[in-house]
Structures are given as C-alpha cells and as structure tokens.
C-alpha cells in the first residue's frame, strides 16, 4: 500500500495504486501523485493577486451555496441513490471552499441553508444550471488568473464541475 496525495485538495489516498480520481475533490488522475512528490497548489509560493482573491471569494460562496443546495436536495430525494449521490456533491463542494480557505488563510464561513424542489426533476435541471455556471466561471477564472497554482486550481474545478453534469444528464 501507498500513499498518494492530490495536488488540487492536497488530501492523502491510501491505496495499492493512485484512483481515477480525487475521492475528496473529485481531480482526476493526473493531479494525483505518490505522497513524496506531491505538492499541493494552495501550499505552493507565491502572493496571489487582488483579482485572484476576487475570484477565489466569488468562488467560495458559489462553492458554499453549493454545497447547501445539495444538502437540501438530498434531504428531498426520491431515492436512496440520488440521496447519496446528492450528499457526495455536498461533500465534494465542500472540499472545493475548504481548498480556497487555505489558499486564502481563511477560516471556514459557517454553514448556508439554501432551497430546493421537492421534485427531482426540478433539482436535476437546477443542478446543471448551477454545475453549468459554474464550469464556465471557473473556465474563465483560469483563463485570466497569472499564477500558476490558481491556474491548475481552477482548470480543476472547471473540469470537475462540467463532470458533474455529465453525471446528472444521466438522470434527466
């Protein structure tokens, strides 16, 4: 058994070989390393810019409201599945604010409470709304950003937000 540790969440797998992908952000493989050469982005030098902590706190609410919403439609599910499913898009948007408190140097705000339909339907194509904007803003954000380590954080995220979708369209 090894360790390995994500460069995106910098959080540690133990396992006999790296995952397909982040079990606590949801990067996919090429951001995950064996322990000893891993260096996650929020640990790596560098003063980030006035826009980039824009951008970064612009992304911590969208994370937090996220992660509320989720909370709330798992709280309405219809099954088992999407009840669990829901509450794994909770914690992986949670992990998503966790990662810009640290590149920040900011304690975790306080839990959000958001709302949701009552129907599946409803919450599925909310979903891909909010997983839509959210794809696209951080696509942008990468775009924009000159520091690398917010760079990689935001392709990242862009990627695993448009992965998100694709998970939901396969509800709808």
Known sequence: MKTYICEICGDAYLGTEAPSKCPFCGADRSYIKSGGEASPA???????SE???????????????ANAIYLCMAGKADSYELEKMYKRLAKVELEHATIVTKFLGLQMPSGLTEQCSD?????????VELEEYASGLYTKFAKEVGEQKIKIF???LAKVEAEHIELIKNYL
């Open 42 to 48: 929020f640990r790596r030098e560098g003063d980030i």
């Open 51 to 65: 826009e980039s902590k824009k951008n970064l706190l612009e992304t911590l609410d969208l994370e937090m409201k």
């Open 119 to 127: 129907e599946d339907i409803e919450n599925f194509k909310r979903t």
């Open 154 to 156: 935001f392709a990242a």
